[in-house]
């Protein structure tokens, strides 16, 4: 084999507080299990932010953050058996698991027990570092690497490999159908979505936003109806009302007992929000007085991200994105901590 070119470009974070910049860094060591793409897009999600803020834990920089990649594949493996040179190919928020532990052998491989790997701030099994797609190019483990379908562009396709199936996996989980009423709380990258697939799925949708900015940007989305979490009011007539709550986002005063009042017996509360905060504790008499499931999510197994697309294109589910340059990647953090997106950001190289 000619000598590995291990080196490329990517605006990286060195620091929390600090803007990205433009460096060079090594991709991971050569393997047959190998694909390598040349990055095109990359999706942002609010798990980048709280990563270059070191706001889970430290990170450790410096980190490249970026997990809704798509690119062309540039250099495949011996063992790789799923893409080919010149295919565009997506990768989400994992990139490796142990393939050997028992929820890896059920298909669960999101929740591995022994080795979740994530795309950015994480380690290959060679010790390397993972680097995500703030960056030009991007060499990882085919197993979770996913050929886009012909008929989307990847602009498009970037956004599903975390948003996408983040929100799609539990509310197919949980059989959300058109008996369903579905509350979205947070209508941001994950939450629009939501949106999307609890429609898809023929289910009413009421978006749950903290104030009345989205009210009618929601509607044009495809809620049927709004409420505005601030509005305590409001709640009244939603009591329980809804067979689901997806939470993509609240605030830190959120409390148990006002969003599990919505539901309907048995029905669920889904959590998939990663806040830098703890959820406050649990009443007894929230769980005597609610009969609610209450679950979390993690991204989606590589058979549920195949799932997602396939039922994606089959009911024609699009997200709703806005590119910005590669370049421009420092600006477009700005605007995303902000809260401009309507409703997730792709960076173009
Ligand atoms: N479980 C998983 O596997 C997984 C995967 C990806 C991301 N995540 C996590 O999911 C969360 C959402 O990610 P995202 O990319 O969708 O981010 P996003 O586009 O910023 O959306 C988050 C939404 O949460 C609401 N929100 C945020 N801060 C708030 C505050 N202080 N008070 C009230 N509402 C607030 C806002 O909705 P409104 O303005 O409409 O109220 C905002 O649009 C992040 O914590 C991320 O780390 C989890
Ligand atoms: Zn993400
Ligand atoms: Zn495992």
């Not at 409390?255 to 998939?272: A, P, R």
């Amino acid at each position: 084999m000619a000598a590995d070119n291990r080196t490329f470009n990517a605006w990286a974070c060195t620091a929390k507080d600090k803007p990205l910049t433009k460096m060079q860094l090594e991709l991971r060591e050569w393997s047959e299990d190998c694909v390598e793409l040349d990055v095109t897009h990359c999706g942002i999600c609010g798990s980048d932010v709280h990563t270059m803020d070191s706001g889970w834990g430290p990170t450790e920089y410096p980190c490249v953050v970026g997990h809704e990649i798509v690119g062309v594949v540039k250099k495949t493996g011996k063992n790789v058996t799923n893409v080919k040179v010149g295919d565009r190919a997506g990768v989400g928020a994992q990139c490796s698991s142990c393939h050997k532990c028992q929820n890896c052998q059920e298909g669960n491989e999101n929740l591995c027990m022994n080795g979740f790997v994530g795309t950015y701030n994480g380690r290959w099994e060679t010790n390397d570092k993972t680097f995500g797609g703030y960056a030009d190019r991007w060499r990882g483990d085919y197993r979770f690497v996913f050929k886009v379908p012909d008929n989307m562009s990847s602009a498009i396709a970037s956004t599903f490999f975390c948003a996408g199936v983040t929100t799609y996996a539990p509310l197919k989980r949980t059989n959300v159908n058109s008996s369903s009423v579905v509350g979205v709380m947070g209508l941001g990258g994950l939450g629009h979505y939501a949106v999307k697939w609890a429609k898809a799925m023929g289910a009413k949708v009421v978006g749950m936003s903290h104030n009345d900015k989205k009210r009618d940007v929601a509607l044009e989305l495809g809620c049927d109806e709004y409420l505005n979490t601030s509005d305590k009011e409001a709640f009244g007539a939603y009591q329980r009302q809804m067979t689901h709550i997806l939470c993509t986002g609240t605030s830190q005063d959120f409390d148990w007992m006002t969003y599990l009042k919505l539901i309907t017996v048995n029905g669920h509360f889904i959590n998939v929000s990663m806040p830098e905060w703890n959820f406050p504790e649990i009443s007894p008499f929230v769980f005597f007085s609610s009969q609610v499931y209450i679950s979390g999510s993690a991204i989606g197994s590589p058979a549920e991200i195949e799932d997602m697309l396939e039922f994606a294109a089959s009911h024609k589910v699009e997200p709703w994105i806005q590119t910005y340059k590669m370049d421009d990647v420092v600006k477009a953090i700005e605007d995303f901590r902000a809260g401009k997106p309507r409703f997730r950001i792709v960076l173009e190289n």
